[in-house]
Each structure stands twice: as C-alpha cells, then as structure tokens.
C-alpha cells in the first residue's frame, strides 16, 4: 500500500524582505520630509523652552522615550521579519497586513496583563529593577547625534557619559536576579554582570583609541573630523580590527546571540526576567531593543561618519546606517549558535582584552610618530 505525503505549502520568504525593505523606505521618506516642514513658525515656542531648563529637559526625554517605543515596535517586528526570511518561512502574518501590527497588539496584551510580584521575593528591589535598567538606556539616548542639531544634549564628555551610563544597567540586571528570590534568577543576574563587565574593558580601549584619532571626547566633535574620509577608511589597519572588536562586545552589552547566556532559555528559563510580567517585563524588552539601536548608532559615529553623506537630509543617513548594523546584528543572531560562558568569558579575556591593549598601543605609537 502506498503511502501519500502532502506537501508542504510554499512560503515566499524574499517577499517579506522586500516589504521590510518597502515599509523602511517609507519611514527614511517621511523623516526626510520633515526637513523641509517649516520649523521656523515654532521660533517663539523653541525660545520658550529654551529659556525654562526643566521643561527643556522634560520634553528632551519625553521626545526620546516617544522615539524609544516608536523604534523598539519597528525593529521587534523587523526581526522576526527578517527571522522568518533567513529561516524559509514567513514570520507574524495575521495582525494588520502582513503583520505590521503584530508587535503593537503585542505591546497592548502586555499593558493588560497583570502585574504579578512573587510572595517571597524581595520587593523594593523587585519594582525598581526594571527602571534601573531602562533609564540609563534613555539617559544614553539623549547625548547620541543623528545630526549637528538632532542631539538631546551636547557636551565635551558625551563619549565618555555614553559609556559610563549605560554600565548602571548591570545594577538593575543585579536587582531583577537578586529580588526576585528565584535561583534562575539570580544565576542569570551574575552571568549578566560578569558578562556586561567583562566586556565593557575592551570596548572602552577600543573607544579610547577612536577618542584618541579625533582628539576629542564629543561625539558630534568625532563626526565632523571624520568629514573628509570616515574613520574606518582613514584608518583602516587600525579601526578596521577596532569595528571587529567594537561590534562583538555590543553583541554581549546587549545580551545577543552568541552572547545571550544571562537569559539562556535551555539553562535558566528566561534568566534574570524569568519572575517579571506586564509592563515590567516590557521594560527589560524595550531596554534591550533600545540599545541594540544605541549600539549600533555609536558605531556609525565613531567608524562610519555619523549623518555625514550627499543627498538626503542627515538624521536619514544616520538612520540608515544604523539599520544596517542592526540587519547585521540580526543576521549574526540567526545564524551562530550559543556559546558555552566559560567559551564566552575566554573570548574576552584571552583574546578581545589583549588585542584591544594591543590596538590602543599601536594608535598611540602612530599618533607619535605620524
């Protein structure tokens, strides 16, 4: 007796590519028109705000926290986008079309949801957590350029604040593990922190020798030097290793594949978020989106010129060239497997610490005889 088989329906994987494609076009146009809007009608309010600091601030990161979730829902949806094209199958289908609206019904189930504290767990750590993990990736926000003016807050520091700030999101990884009295928890807290940490070392020697080529720890200031040639092309023995190693250690900051042992799901359930729910697990969540995007757009300032390019306006370059470091990012994610965290820990400690020292040596031994 023979025995018939179905076979399976075929999916069009490349068209959700091109829709991706499609739908991020339309918003690089729409951001592009917003450059020819006439801004100068808002003069006398732009003064007003101006002239009172705290409602200067307030609507600073109220405009961040706006572009933060705005961000954070497009690339959730252009991940599991590009997911399904790299896996040969279609990814969210049914919420808006072709899905558009999958990650906003997602959103509005999690502000529904209810907000469930264990009994036993340590409370004022457990409810503060989250917002020590999601401030600090604002307060990052608010001094990353996408133009000369498109800049919460400009200042000599800025690379170096950048840097220090975004470190404060380990004690709150910390607080989610220890408060929420789970041994899951709490082991993927310690990974978090050791990992965050540990990588941290060679990122900043890496952005040490960027601030050492520029002259300069302004993040707008490195930009505009590298207007002639960008640093990676101007220097490409040196930045070219410095991108390598820069690009692997935002993969463990942020907690991605190959690097995401904190949150390992065959090890430790969900890691440190393993108890939270509602709008407090949204919080880790946007958190986590929103660097990715930091990640990647302090890369375009320190290797690839920032906004600098012809024709479109620069918010859109430097848009642009974020997301194409994320579309990397994603494309790493899907396609190597978990390390092991003595494999993880080994590769910083033996390798990206000593060539990162090593990188910072030769920037300095060219920086004096150049």
Not at 13 to 32: A, R
Not at 101 to 123: C, G, N, S, Y
Request: proline content about 6%; charged content about 10%; some cysteine.
């Amino acid at each position: 007796m023979s025995v018939q088989t179905s076979q399976p329906a075929r999916t069009a994987p490349g068209g959700q590519l091109v829709l991706g494609l499609i739908l991020t076009l339309v918003l690089v146009g729409l951001v592009s028109a917003l450059a020819y809007l006439p801004w100068y009608l808002l003069a006398p309010a732009t003064k007003f705000i101006a002239a009172h600091p705290v409602l200067n601030a307030f609507l600073d990161a109220l405009v961040v926290c706006a572009f933060i979730a705005a961000q954070c829902l497009f690339l959730i949806w252009l991940e599991r986008k590009f997911a399904g094209w790299l896996q040969a199958r279609l990814g969210p289908m049914h919420v808006g079309w072709k899905g558009t609206f999958q990650t906003v019904a997602d959103a509005v189930k999690l502000l529904l949801k209810e907000d469930i504290i264990p009994t036993h767990a340590d409370r004022p750590l457990f409810v503060i957590a989250p917002y020590l993990v999601f401030v600090p990736t604002v307060l990052a926000f608010m001094v990353l350029p996408f133009s000369l003016s498109w800049v919460g807050y400009d200042f000599g520091l800025s690379a170096l604040f950048a840097l220090s700030i975004s470190t404060v999101a380990a004690m709150g990884i910390l607080a989610a593990g220890w408060g929420s009295n789970n041994k899951y928890s709490l082991l993927g807290g310690v990974r978090a922190v050791a990992q965050l940490l540990s990588y941290e070392i060679p990122m900043v020697l890496v952005v040490l020798a960027v601030v050492m080529l520029a002259d300069t720890l302004s993040l707008t200031q490195i930009v505009q030097r590298q207007a002639g040639l960008w640093n990676i092309a101007a220097q490409p023995l040196l930045m070219a290793p410095a991108f390598l190693i820069y690009f692997a250690c935002s993969l463990a900051e942020v907690n991605r594949a190959p690097f995401d042992l904190p949150e390992a799901e065959s090890e430790l359930v969900g890691g440190f978020h393993t108890e939270y729910s509602g709008m407090r697990f949204a919080f880790f969540f946007l958190a986590e989106f929103a660097n990715n995007f930091f990640s990647a757009g302090l890369a375009v300032v320190l290797f690839f010129g920032g906004w600098l390019g012809p024709g479109l306006p620069a918010p859109v370059w430097f848009t642009l060239k974020v997301l194409l470091l994320i579309g990397l990012m994603m494309w790493v994610r899907w396609t190597l497997p978990r390390l092991r965290i003595d494999q993880m820990m080994g590769f910083c400690w033996k390798l990206l610490v000593p060539l990162a020292l090593a990188l910072l040596c030769a920037t300095a031994l060219w920086l004096v005889k150049g």
